[in-house]
């Protein structure tokens, strides 16, 4: 049996919670994602707060903080497979308790090890890549992260920057962080409200004044005798560059 669902956090430990009370299950995906074919048995499983809680509860008593914190950036990973992933992991990982984490050359620990360090690695990494512009009363970025990582860096700027309204906008999941005053939600934002957001606030000639003197500042503080671009995109990819101000 497959079992699908919403694509979020607790629908995904809902099924959890089914495999333990009410079925046995080989395989879980978000029901966005699944490339089943015809002949695989699916079931979707509605999500269910108190279930997912329950199963919250148990994770946090059995592994260690960083443990759950590794499952939770796994959950957050573009890989196809990370659910079923976590499914083996919790396995064993309710048998074996806090003692998992010495188990560093199993699959089901080395799967959850290699994309809790890429997920980290990426929020990491964007701290320093998310470019703002003042769109009217907004601080407004816009970035296409290869992972969810949208809650991983939401305390960040939302600390940091409590006195202004502030819009961080993943393009490929469409959705955005809307903080104000050091608090924050992730919104699903349409097309439609993006170019609502483009025409209503456009940038103003500060704004365009501000960048013009960021980019001249960029293009001139290098030293041109060691001017490295296989070294600068070890830091910047070029995948991230299209969205980075200096870069375009």
């Keep these: 049996m497959i079992l699908l669902y919403d694509d979020s956090f607790y629908g ?4 959890i919670f089914e495999h333990y009370y009410v079925e046995r299950i080989q395989e879980i995906y978000g029901k966005t994602v699944f490339q089943g074919s015809l002949i695989d048995e699916t079931r979707f499983v509605v999500t ?4 997912a809680q329950r199963v919250e ?3 946090r008593e059995k592994l260690s903080y960083e443990g759950y914190i590794a499952l939770y950036r796994t959950f957050l990973s573009n890989d196809y497979h990370k659910d079923c992933y976590i499914l083996k992991y919790l396995k064993h990982a309710f048998k074996l308790g806090k003692k998992i984490d010495q188990y560093y050359s199993e699959p089901f620990v ?7 360090r890429k997920v980290g690695f990426e929020a990491h990494r964007f701290l320093g890549l998310i470019r703002f512009e003042q769109r009217g009363p907004f601080l407004y970025a816009k970035f296409e992260p290869d992972h969810d990582i949208l809650p991983l860096i939401a305390d960040h700027f939302s600390d940091r920057l409590q006195e202004e309204q502030v819009i961080i ?3 490929k999941r469409k959705k955005a962080v809307l903080a104000n005053k050091g608090r924050w939600i992730i919104q699903e934002v349409s097309s439609e409200d993006d170019k609502g957001i483009f025409a209503e606030y456009p ?3 500060q704004e365009e004044l501000l960048q013009k003197m960021w980019k001249g500042y960029f293009e001139h503080i290098a030293i041109e005798g060691r001017y490295n671009p296989k070294c600068q995109q070890n830091f910047v990819p070029k995948k991230y560059q299209k969205n980075l101000l200096e870069f375009k």
């Design 12 to 15: 995904l430990l809902t099924c």
């Design 110 to 116: 080395i799967n959850i090890r290699k994309l809790n």
């Design 48 to 51: 269910d707060e108190e279930k």
């Design 169 to 171: 906008h993943d393009i």
């Design 57 to 59: 509860r148990a994770i």
């Design 203 to 205: 940038i103003d000639q």
